[in-house]
């Protein structure tokens, strides 16, 4: 440390002692320490308050929830298996019916892998949140993703294909060998070839052998 004499207004000398840089340094550095603590823990109590509220999200149970099947086949979803259970059939790919919340939550544990897998998309934030199926429906794909499958370039469909999970490939895969069916030209080769290598699934056999079903069903 270094000393310093300074005289008073009554002209008395004091001695003053002046510290070192260096401890300056240290204490400022342990004052921005404390600073940012108190920040940090300023931040984690509302990230914990927003949880919290947003875990309490009320959703009454007569509240009416739109739900969109994303089968491309007839699709049932059931509220249970006892007498008196009711039933919620979608007809079409990308059909929207309004739930009730009460009725959902019975289709949600009565269907867990339906759920979970993308046969039919919850169209509720909160509903999502509740049932604590957000990373579920992080690797799902929307109707939106599904159809541009088949309208987007080759490289943008085969990195969406490739990014679904099994149960939505093999509803994309129905899809494809359904439109090839009907119009061999509405679906691209390429995005046809790598999907079958990927499903081991012979797209164009089974489409030609559909066709040929059908007619043959049509004539009698």
């Known amino acids: 440390m270094t000393k310093k004499t300074l005289t008073s207004a009554n002209n008395e000398e004091v001695e003053m002692v002046m510290p ?34 947003d875990s309490d999200v009320d959703i009454r149970p007569d509240k009416y929830i739109k739900v969109m099947s994303l089968c491309p086949h007839p699709l049932n979803l059931s509220t249970g298996r ?10 079409r790919f990308g059909e929207v019916k309004r739930i009730l919340y009460k009725d959902l939550v019975d289709i949600i544990e009565n269907h867990p892998t339906f759920t979970e897998e993308g046969l039919y ?6 509903v999502i949140r509740r049932h604590g ?6 690797k799902i794909l929307t109707k939106e993703k599904i159809e541009l499958v088949f309208s987007e ?3 943008t469909s085969i990195a969406l294909f490739k990014s679904a999970n099994p149960r ?18 509405s679906v691209d080769k390429n995005i046809i070839h790598i999907v079958s290598k990927d499903t081991g699934i012979d797209i164009i056999t089974l489409a030609e052998e559909g066709k040929v079903f059908l007619e043959q069903t049509q004539k009698k």
């Open 133 to 138: 199926l957000d990373d579920a429906y992080a």
């Open 20 to 53: 070192t840089l260096e401890k300056l340094f240290a204490e400022n550095n342990k004052l921005r320490q404390q600073l940012l603590e108190i920040e940090s823990q300023a931040v984690q109590l509302k990230v914990e308050e927003a949880i919290e509220e």
């Open 168 to 185: 939505q490939k093999s509803t994309i895969t129905d899809m494809i060998i359904a439109k090839y069916r009907e119009d061999e030209e």
């Open 153 to 155: 370039n080759n490289d």
């Open 82 to 91: 006892e007498r008196g259970h009711k039933t919620v059939r979608f007809a």
């Open 121 to 126: 998309y919850i169209l509720n934030k909160d």
